[in-house]
């Protein structure tokens, strides 16, 4: 168990409820779930009455009011038991970001309690086929009719797709292009004309759908609309840097997994006589491992703690991002390497680590968009 230092007495008490959750409800089903591609939604609803689908938001519209620090070291306990619901919690935050902080008084009163609860669940919905890290480049365009928006387009790699109960459009305004007219609608999953395709087969966590959003003529009421018409694209970036340390501390915390469990293997297997963790070689793999965990918890913490104390952290967040998925990715390939041929067995969850991680290395923006958002703060 890692030992946490946290602010408070009702710190520790949320994280070994998360830490409770996770072993009682999370691990047991993560393999078959895993295997037969299977969305565990009724996990989401016992998350959400556990209070943990809303924890980094104002508790008067039912959030928990709690810091990003204690939020990001909850989906780290999460994502230690199954990485799919710990990213499928830190995107649904992610999707209530943009109604949290630009939306109307009436919206957040209409919509957050649910969202935050868990009785809805949300989808983030910015990339396309053909814009992907170049997010200003979208194309589908969101066209104002009296009192509605009329949607075209199509929407790609969406987690939940299909799942979701609402989605966070991001569209512009026909004939605008780059960053300009960029704005955010809120559908719900019911709106005539939005469609999800089939699920993406994956190389991993297939327990977390992905999938196209297809806009037809789809009819978003103006209502929907959040923020000001052109405003979206700020949303969405300002969003996207909360979202990045969600996936820091699910980077970390399915690292930590690949730690724990090849030091244990390392402790029972022997091999001339002796454990093979008393060898040099494979103790110092193991020391550089617990390293990599190490400095990835330190960088997400450091950029929440900024951004909790109101200090600018887009470049924190990327260096977080950064690390901590390229770490998880080398962590998880050792801990195959210290099981020798039973980390490339399905045997062992070795083999699902190392799957599993690499998709951190490209979602929230790709670990090359990190290091041009860090490149370009070091020149601004």
Same mark, same amino acid.
């Given at each position: 168990?890692?030992?946490?230092?946290?602010?408070?007495?009702?710190?520790?008490?949320?994280?070994?409820?998360?830490?409770d959750?996770?072993?009682?409800?999370?691990?047991?089903?993560?393999?078959?779930?895993?295997?037969?591609?299977?969305?565990?939604?009724?996990?989401?609803?016992?998350?959400?009455?556990?209070?943990?689908?809303?924890?980094?938001?104002?508790?008067?519209?039912?959030?928990?009011?709690v810091?990003?620090?204690?939020?990001?070291?909850?989906?780290?306990?999460?994502?230690?038991a199954?990485?799919?619901v710990a990213?499928?919690?830190?995107?649904?935050?992610?999707?209530?970001?943009?109604?949290?902080?630009?939306?109307?008084?009436q919206?957040?009163?209409?919509?957050?309690?649910?969202?935050? %609860?868990?009785?809805?669940?949300? $989808?983030?919905?910015?990339?396309?086929? @053909? *814009?992907g890290? #170049?997010? +200003?480049?979208?194309? !589908?365009?969101?066209?104002?009719?009296?009192?509605?928006?009329?949607?075209?387009?199509?929407?790609?790699?969406?987690?939940?797709?299909?799942?979701?109960?609402?989605?966070?459009?991001?569209?512009?305004?026909?004939?605008?292009?780059?960053?300009?007219?960029?704005?955010?609608?809120?559908?719900t999953?019911?709106t005539?004309?939005?469609?999800?395709?089939?699920?993406?087969?994956?190389?991993?966590?297939?327990?977390?759908?992905?999938?196209?959003?297809?806009?037809?003529?789809?009819?978003?009421?103006?209502?929907?609309?959040?923020?000001?018409e052109?405003e979206?694209?700020?949303?969405?970036?300002?969003?996207?840097?909360? %979202?990045?340390?969600?996936?820091? $501390?699910?980077?970390?915390g399915?690292? @930590? *997994?690949?730690? #724990?469990? +090849?030091?244990?293997? !390392?402790g029972?297997?022997?091999?001339?006589?002796?454990?093979?963790?008393?060898?040099?070689?494979?103790g110092?793999?193991l020391?550089?491992?617990?390293?990599?965990?190490?400095?990835?918890?330190?960088?997400?913490?450091?950029?929440?703690?900024?951004?909790?104390?109101?200090?600018?952290?887009?470049?924190?967040?990327?260096?977080?991002k950064?690390?901590?998925?390229?770490?998880?990715m080398?962590?998880?390939?050792?801990?195959?390497?210290?099981?020798?041929?039973?980390?490339?067995?399905?045997?062992?969850?070795?083999?699902?680590?190392?799957?599993?991680?690499?998709?951190?290395?490209?979602?929230?923006?790709?670990?090359?968009?990190?290091?041009?958002?860090i490149?370009?703060?070091?020149?601004?």
């Amino acid at each position: 168990m890692v030992q946490r230092l946290l602010p408070d007495p009702e710190s520790e008490a949320l994280l070994s409820l998360a830490r409770d959750l996770a072993d009682g409800e999370l691990r047991p089903l993560a393999n078959r779930h895993e295997a037969d591609a299977e969305f565990p939604r009724e996990v989401f609803r016992v998350l959400g009455k556990a209070g943990l689908l809303g924890l980094p938001y104002d508790e008067e519209w039912g959030g928990g009011g709690v810091s990003y620090e204690v939020y990001l070291q909850v989906i780290e306990e999460l994502a230690a038991a199954w990485l799919s619901v710990a990213m499928g919690v830190s995107v649904h935050v992610l999707s209530c970001f943009p109604l949290a902080t630009a939306g109307s008084p009436q919206q957040r009163d209409a919509w957050l309690p649910d969202m935050l %609860g868990g009785e809805l669940l949300g $989808a983030y919905c910015l990339s396309e086929p @053909q *814009s992907g890290s #170049d997010a +200003a480049g979208l194309a !589908a365009t969101a066209r104002r009719d009296g009192n509605t928006f009329v949607v075209n387009g199509t929407k790609a790699w969406i987690t939940h797709g299909g799942e979701a109960d609402f989605y966070n459009l991001f569209t512009r305004e026909p004939g605008t292009f780059g960053a300009a007219g960029v704005t955010c609608l809120l559908a719900t999953a019911d709106t005539p004309g939005l469609t999800a395709g089939p699920p993406e087969r994956k190389m991993g966590a297939n327990g977390s759908t992905t999938a196209q959003i297809h806009l037809t003529d789809a009819v978003v009421p103006a209502d929907r609309l959040v923020g000001a018409e052109g405003e979206g694209f700020a949303i969405a970036m300002s969003a996207l840097d909360s %979202g990045r340390l969600g996936i820091a $501390a699910c980077a970390v915390g399915l690292a @930590q *997994s690949a730690l #724990d469990l +090849a030091v244990d293997y !390392a402790g029972q297997r022997t091999q001339f006589g002796r454990p093979i963790s008393q060898f040099q070689g494979l103790g110092f793999l193991l020391a550089d491992m617990a390293a990599r965990v190490q400095a990835g918890r330190a960088l997400y913490l450091d950029a929440a703690r900024r951004k909790d104390a109101g200090l600018p952290y887009s470049r924190e967040a990327a260096i977080a991002k950064l690390v901590a998925t390229d770490n998880a990715m080398a962590v998880a390939t050792d801990a195959v390497q210290v099981l020798g041929g039973a980390g490339y067995t399905q045997d062992f969850p070795a083999e699902r680590y190392l799957r599993e991680a690499k998709m951190l290395q490209i979602v929230e923006g790709t670990n090359q968009v990190q290091r041009l958002v860090i490149s370009r703060s070091l020149t601004t």
